[in-house]
């Protein structure tokens, strides 16, 4: 059972990436799933995430600008990431989780790798 991340990399400002988080052993959309990102030197905090009715929900600072889906056949979760700003540099993390309160790392039981995003100004 794991989570793997991957699609970071190096953008400029206004550009755009699309991460991608493969689930094995499980079902994904049994789950809600989310993304979260840690930026050095801080907490790690929740980006968006997807219920299993496919409801989705955003971190203010990322609405409008980031999309989060899934591709239930593939088993996969991904984030669009379009207008990127120096802020949102950060490690990114997919993540399962198990109880309801979405927005907390405390929710979540099975975390990816993480894979970094850095957005050049």
């Known amino acids: 059972v794991q989570l793997q991340a991957s699609g970071g990399g190096l953008v400029q400002a206004g550009g755009s990436l699309r991460l991608s988080c493969a689930a094995s052993?499980?079902?994904?959309?049994?789950?809600?799933n989310a993304w979260f990102r840690q930026a050095p030197g801080k907490e790690r905090e929740w980006v968006s995430f997807i219920q299993t009715t496919g409801n989705t929900y955003y971190e203010p600072s990322v609405q409008g600008r980031f999309t989060i889906s899934r591709d239930n056949p593939k088993n996969m979760l991904y984030l669009q990431m379009d207008n990127l700003k120096p802020e949102d540099t950060a490690v990114y993390y997919c993540?399962?989780?198990?109880?309801?309160?979405?927005?907390?790392?405390?929710?979540?039981?099975?975390w990816g790798q993480g894979t970094l995003v850095t957005v050049s100004s």
């Open positions: 052993g499980f079902t994904l959309n049994a789950y809600t």
């Open positions: 993540a399962r989780s198990y109880a309801g309160k979405y927005i907390s790392t405390q929710s979540y039981d099975l």
